[in-house]
């Protein structure tokens, strides 16, 4: 099982950009996923959640009314739509998901993505 992100770049203060999380793999299902970001010198801090129906999010105090996760569970991909991003919002930012293994021997486990850097200038 692999997550890979994309959608990292450089944006400036007040603009928006759109990351993606895609697992791939096989014998598996998809449960809870996550976006979690570590700037340089802090601890990797939880952006935002969302449950494997996609019914429930959790987003951090600080990017609440700017981010919005999302999920497409056809292609196994989750989405963080940044918006009015901050030079403080300027980190990587990895993906994270809980997996079912669905043959067996069956078992729960966590994977993490690679990072992707989002870097906002002011």
């Known amino acids: 099982v692999q997550l890979v992100e994309s959608g990292g770049g450089l944006v400036q203060a007040g603009g928006s950009l759109r990351l993606s999380c895609a697992a791939s793999?096989?014998?598996?299902?998809?449960?809870?996923m996550g976006w979690y970001r570590q700037a340089p010198g802090k601890q990797r801090e939880l952006v935002a959640y969302?449950?494997?129906?996609?019914?429930?999010?959790n987003y951090a105090d600080s990017v609440k009314g700017r981010f919005t996760i999302s999920r497409d569970n056809a292609k196994n991909t989750m989405y963080l739509q940044m918006n009015n991003l901050k030079p403080e919002d300027t980190a990587v930012y990895y993906c994270?998901?809980?997996?079912?293994?669905?043959?067996?021997?069956?078992?729960?486990?966590?994977?993490w993505g690679q990072g992707t850097q989002v870097t906002v200038s002011s």
């Open positions: 994270n998901a809980d997996f079912t293994r669905t043959t067996p021997p069956f078992f729960d486990f966590r994977s």
């Open positions: 793999g096989s014998t598996f299902s998809l449960n809870a």
């Open positions: 969302i449950t494997s129906g996609g019914g429930s999010t």
